[in-house]
């Protein structure tokens, strides 16, 4: 209330404050989140091992429940049952799932060997229930690893920005309008299932596609300079509004 700009990580955000509080009569964008942009890498090796077989994909997080890990592990468990597919698993977790040898748990790491994992695999996968605009995300796809997130929140939105991957419809919309404009109030510690199914046969349609998938990612909307540019925009928009009012 005391801000003379809002700044929303997504579309969602607005959304969910404008639902929860009321619409705010200042100035106020959009702008996701951004990092730093490295060149477009090779991948001939990535397509090798695809014909091979050799699917890796990766997940990253701060794992809380919301972040939903265990849907991201039973999409893995279908996925090998249609092909061979390794997951690594950046971030602490507090339960691992020992009896799956296809999955990787590498802990808290630092930020050189997350690029450097992320490299490794075709495919990075967030499954999150209902975030603003997450970071790991953002540097899959600034990373130019094609990734699959599900349909709700502000994630989809890295993914519409920057034609990142694919949008799994794999999450009930309808569940929304209740947490938007009912009585219920978000519930982070117990979200909903996700139709991993639906993820699968998205995984396997990006991995039939793989290099058209590659291609079509455009980072420009987040690649840190223009975001930056853009604060700046913003800012010096509302100092003007500022100044004008004094």
């Known amino acids: 209330e005391n801000s003379d700009g809002v700044i929303y990580q997504s579309e969602w955000a607005k959304k969910l404050f404008d639902a929860h509080f ?36 990766v997940c990253s997080a701060n794992w809380r429940h919301h972040k939903r890990l265990n849907e991201i592990i039973n999409v893995i468990i279908e996925l090998n049952t249609q092909l061979y597919c390794e997951l690594i698993v950046i971030g602490e977790v507090s339960k691992k799932r020992k009896d799956l040898p296809y999955i990787k748990y590498l802990g808290n790491i630092k930020s050189c060997k997350v690029i450097e994992n992320l490299n490794k695999a075709h495919i990075f996968i967030h499954l999150s229930w209902l975030e603003a605009c ?3 995300v953002v540097e899959a796809v600034g990373n130019y690893i094609p990734t699959i997130c599900n349909n709700v929140g502000g994630t989809r939105e890295v993914i519409e ?26 519930d982070l510690e117990s979200p909903p299932k996700a ?3 639906i993820v699968v046969n998205d995984i396997i349609k990006l991995i039939n596609n793989y290099e058209y998938y590659f291609d079509q990612i455009v980072t420009a909307n987040i690649d840190i ?12 928009k509302v100092l003007v509004k500022r100044k004008s009012n004094l």
Not at 45 to 55: D, Q, R, T, Y
Not at 161 to 186: M, V
Request: include cysteine; hydrophobic fraction near 30%.
């Open 22 to 57: 009321k619409p705010i009569e200042k100035p106020k964008c959009v702008i996701i989140n951004g990092i730093k942009i490295p060149n477009k890498p090779n991948i001939d090796e990535k397509i090798n091992n695809l014909k091979k077989e050799k699917l890796i994909i």
């Open 134 to 136: 997450p970071n790991s």
């Open 161 to 186: 920005a920057t034609n990142g991957g694919l949008i799994s419809e794999c999450d009930d919309e309808r569940l929304l309008d209740n947490l938007l404009y009912g009585k219920k109030t978000f």
């Open 195 to 197: 139709n991993y199914k």
């Open 225 to 236: 300079v223009n975001v930056s540019n853009k604060y700046l925009d913003f800012i010096n």
